[in-house]
């Protein structure tokens, strides 16, 4: 009788067989491959992108977020869907550049500078996100303008007093609330970012002094040449992030 030498293979073996099987779908690949920019979309925006009837899309959906490829969150009367994890979108980029095919090759050659600079900076419920994002709330803990907590981060005085020589009057918003300075899971980066109040003032002022610029359509961030130059004086931040 042989003996696997390898125990964990066979849970890897099921694993392979079980995402290969939830992207084996041509109408579950293109839902998938229409989120690899980030942005969440509603089942009705991704039923369109794959062409099906929206109850066939929901039939789809509830697939891929029992297997884990999906996130949903409601948001008003829509439910937003986006891919679970930057992991999960490695993945997509990973198999489709598989294909032998020419055409399928200049799609994913296409995709992979925006999902490059989406991954690098962007907005999330308007605070900073992104490499940049979690660099940026790093580089604040190191500082000692942040500190950890239970639950978020907790803004010192020392912070308060950087971010008014930024012009963010701080002292404005509710030190007290429960979302002053939130700990936000960032998905692509799996780490958290500064949000709250704090998080959303911080970034509204980094792009009024043009540190950041808006891409149309979308959430992804430009960080410009003034703003590396700021992060490196302001908070040891390189370029090279």
């Known amino acids: 009788m042989s003996i696997d030498p390898n125990p964990a293979f066979p849970a890897a073996r099921h694993e392979v067989a079980r995402i290969g099987a939830l992207l084996g779908d041509s109408s579950r690949a293109a839902m998938l491959l229409a989120l690899l920019d980030g942005d969440p979309r509603s089942a009705g925006a991704l039923a369109r992108a794959a062409r099906i009837t929206p109850q066939t899309a929901s039939t789809h959906l509830a ?3 029992e ?4 996130t949903v969150k409601q948001e008003g009367r829509d439910r937003l869907f986006r891919l679970a994890s930057g992991r999960v979108a490695d993945t997509l ?3 489709a550049s598989l294909s032998p095919t020419p055409a399928v090759t200049r799609q ?3 995709l992979e500078p925006v999902r490059r600079a989406f991954r690098r900076a962007r907005l999330c419920h308007h605070h900073l996100a992104g490499e940049v994002g979690v660099a940026v709330t790093e580089a604040l803990l190191q500082r000692g303008f942040l500190r950890r907590r239970q639950r978020g981060f907790a803004l010192t ?4 007093a950087w971010m008014e020589t930024l012009g963010i009057a701080v002292h404005e918003a509710r030190p007290n609330a429960s979302d002053f300075a939130t700990a936000c899971p960032d998905w692509t980066e799996e780490r958290s970012h500064l949000g709250g109040c704090v998080g959303e003032a911080l970034t509204s002022r980094l792009l009024e002094l043009g540190w950041f610029k808006k891409i149309p359509r979308g959430r992804t961030l430009r960080l410009t040449a003034h703003g590396a130059v700021g992060l ?3 908070l040891g931040i390189g370029d090279d992030r």
């Not at 005085?157 to 308060?160: I, K, N």
């Open 63 to 65: 697939k891929l977020v």
């Open 67 to 70: 297997g884990g490829l999906l």
């Open 93 to 95: 980029v990973a198999v």
């Open 108 to 110: 994913r050659l296409a």
């Open 157 to 160: 005085s020392a912070g308060q």
């Open 232 to 234: 490196a004086k302001e």
